[in-house]
Structures are given as structure tokens and as C-alpha cells.
Nanobody, 127 residues
Framework: EVQLVESGGGLVQAGGSLKLSCTAS????????IVWFRQAPGKEREGISC????????YYADSVKGRFTISGDNAKNTDYLQMKSLTPEDTAVYYC????????????????????WGKGTLVTVAA
């Protein structure tokens, strides 16, 4: 069975950090790009970061560039999203997804080529 499971969400104070994990089963992340999305209450889903696990190529949305870092551990079949300098505006449900697209780009952050989705983990940033 193909699964993506996010973990690491929780409550953090503004200015703090969290590290999210995305663990895959039923497929190999090395063959995919892993994409992080988030959806805040009442807002549209936003693609924020992508990593092409085969070569380490990354791509970030402007809203998180310089604050969030995506990484992967192919041996653990897991990808991570390190989030720093969090603000209340980062409060959202964070989802990871897997895409077979050729490389990370704005199009992938827009949701192109997504094959699998996780169920999400809630991140709440208190002011």
C-alpha cells in the first residue's frame, strides 16, 4: 500500500522552529520529487517547497525562502521540512506529496504531476 505520513507538527511560539517529517511506504522517494504544501484556515492550498530526491534539486516559494529548508534521506525513505522563524501566518495543515515530474519548479508547487498525498499535520504558531 502506498502511503505518505507526515509528522512533527504541533504548537510553537512565534520565532520558533519545527521540523516536519514525511515518511513514504510502498514506493521509493528517490524516484520522486517530494513537495510540501500547506493550507491555512479559509485559504487556498499553497505549495511551499520541493526536493527532487534523485539529485537534491530544491525549489521554494517566496513565502518561505530563507526560513524553511527541505531535505531528504533516501535510506530512510523520508523527507524533512525544517521551519525556522515561524510566524502566526505559517499556521496551517502541512501536507507532503510525491510527484514524478522531471524537476522541481513553480509548476510542481502548483500541484502538477502529483501522484500521492499525505493526510497532513497541523502546525500552529502562537503570537
Amino acid at each position: 500500500e502506498v502511503q505518505l505520513v507526515e509528522s512533527g507538527g504541533g504548537l510553537v511560539q512565534a520565532g520558533g522552529s519545527l521540523k516536519l517529517s514525511c515518511t513514504a511506504s510502498g514506493f521509493t522517494v528517490a524516484d520522486y520529487a517530494i513537495v510540501w504544501f500547506r493550507q491555512a484556515p479559509g485559504k487556498e492550498r499553497e505549495g511551499i517547497s520541493c526536493i527532487k530526491n534523485s539529485n537534491g534539486q530544491t525549489y521554494y516559494a517566496d513565502s518561505v525562502k530563507g526560513r524553511f529548508t527541505i531535505s531528504g534521506d533516501n535510506a530512510k525513505n523520508t523527507d524533512y521540512l525544517q521551519m525556522k522563524s515561524l510566524t502566526p501566518e505559517d499556521t496551517a495543515v502541512y501536507y507532503c506529496a510525491a510527484s514524478r515530474y522531471y524537476y522541481c519548479s513553480a509548476a510542481v508547487l502548483g500541484g502538477i504531476g502529483i501522484n500521492y498525498w499525505g493526510k497532513g499535520t497541523l502546525v500552529t504558531v502562537a503570537a
